[in-house]
């Protein structure tokens, strides 16, 4: 089954401790991001990758880092989270810039 | 940043109703999406509407596109009680520009389908 898997769901940890989502495709696409979403704001994008070993910013990504070195797997990285970064996180992927997304079904993180 | 509005934020309507949401954006596209999330869950893609055409249907949904006046609009007819969800429209930036690769969301239209 074509799919976006996120892991993990849910997540609760403290300030300062390193962590990291994972996101992989199994459809070969070449583009993947990441976004957050908060009440009141909606979903905001944080990183993305046109393609392997290429990344670039989105509105949000202060606080975030991403790595691309492999086609399927995209990992957000939250090397020092703090409760401003509690929301709920969407990983989607894509064929290729302008076409359909496929989206993961979302980690909430907490932040305390 | 935001760049797509949708209108109205809250939509509530009974069952066999028709539901209707407009978004509006600021830049030129290339397509625009609509989506719908069920209660803080992943986003579903619904339909993609490429900016020369004017009007696209899939079953009881149908999308209208207006290049000229920057807008789009989603219309769920015969509506159910689940299709109670979040609709947002979606856009990618211009192949070409800075944003290129950028997706942005509308806020999205809350719509409420009561049995």
């Known amino acids: 089954e074509a799919q976006v898997t996120q892991n993990p769901r849910y997540l609760i940890t403290v300030t300062g401790k390193k962590l990291t989502v994972t996101c992989s495709q199994n459809?070969?696409?070449?583009?993947m991001s990441w976004y957050r979403q908060d009440p009141g704001l909606g979903l905001r994008q944080i990183y993305y990758s046109m393609n392997v070993e290429v990344t670039d910013k989105g509105d949000v990504p202060e606080g975030y880092k991403v790595s691309r070195k492999e086609k399927r797997n995209f990992p957000l990285i939250l090397e020092s989270p703090s409760p401003n970064q509690t929301s709920l996180y969407f990983c989607?992927?894509?064929?290729?810039?302008?076409?359909?997304?496929?989206f993961g079904q979302g980690t909430r993180l907490t932040v305390v | 940043s935001q760049q797509g509005e949708e209108d109205p934020q809250a939509l509530s309507i009974q069952e066999g109703e028709n539901a209707t949401m407009n978004c509006s954006y600021k830049t030129s596209i290339n397509n625009l999406q609509w989506y719908r999330q069920n209660s803080g869950r992943g986003l579903v893609h619904l339909i993609l509407?490429?900016?020369?055409?004017r009007e696209k249907h899939s079953g009881r949904l149908r999308v209208t596109l207006d290049t000229s006046k920057k807008s789009s609009s989603l219309l769920i007819t015969a509506s159910r009680a689940a299709d109670t969800a979040s609709y947002f429209c979606v856009r990618w930036g211009n192949a070409g520009g800075t944003s290129y690769g950028k997706l942005t969301f509308g806020q999205g239209t809350i719509l409420t389908v009561h049995p």
């Open positions: 509407i490429r900016s020369n055409e």
């Open positions: 989607a992927s894509s064929f290729q810039a302008n076409t359909e997304a496929f």
């Open positions: 459809m070969n696409h070449e583009y």
